[in-house]
């Protein structure tokens, strides 16, 4: 950042900005390109989109892809001063700013928030992709890996520590418990 004494005075907030779900990238990229346009770097230093790594088993693969922690949301560091707040609600994608009341001001996010987001953001990129799963007891699932491959079953139990669950299994009309990791299933 620049030495300035201008810069200084700015107090930057963190405000949460709606965006049409599944346009995230796009709006980000469209107020990045707005703001180094007009050059407002020093009003708007930073534009996040939560995102965590999940890993799916696909064919027997894994397959890692990003996906939006808060779908729809898009989170900006800012001073919302003069036109900025006019500039960002007409990006291209942007709905407008969360909290805001109907023509009133945008409502910054709490630091507590910010921290709980931003060590969320933090966490899971250093994860190097999570298994992200949820099961429930009694569900009916398909096994797409290891040896029961193609055989479906029900959920007994669910070990969220080990990543493991208990599937019942029919082989040869009988019922088989059966220990699988959570990327060894998918629903039916």
């Keep these: 950042m620049a030495e300035n004494t201008k810069n200084d005075t700015l107090v930057r907030k963190w405000y949460v900005v709606r965006a049409i779900s599944g346009q995230e990238k796009k709006v980000k990229q469209y107020i990045e390109v707005e703001i180094s346009r007009l050059n407002l770097q020093d009003y708007v230093s930073q534009v996040l ?3 965590e790594k999940i890993v799916q088993i696909r064919n027997g693969k894994k397959i890692a892809k990003e996906r939006s922690f808060y ?17 960002i609600k ?8 969360l909290g805001e009341s109907k023509g009133g001001e945008p409502v910054p996010m709490r630091v507590s928030e910010v921290n709980r987001i931003l060590g969320k953001v933090d966490e899971l990129t250093e994860a190097e992709g999570t298994l992200n799963y949820t099961y429930v007891v009694g569900e009916s699932v398909k096994v797409i890996n290891g040896p029961f491959n193609g055989f ?37």
Excluded: D, M, Q
């Excluded at 779908?71 to 500039?87: D, K, Q, R």
């Design 49 to 51: 989109i939560p995102t």
């Design 71 to 87: 779908p729809g949301y898009v989170l900006i560091e800012a001073a919302l001063v003069g036109e900025i707040t006019h500039i």
């Design 90 to 97: 007409n990006v291209t994608g942007v709905i407008g700013f």
């Design 152 to 188: 479906n079953g029900i959920i007994e139990e669910i070990n969220e520590e080990k990543k493991k669950i208990k599937v019942t299994v029919k082989i040869f009309g009988r019922k088989t418990p059966v220990e699988l990791g959570f990327g060894e299933v998918e629903r039916e």
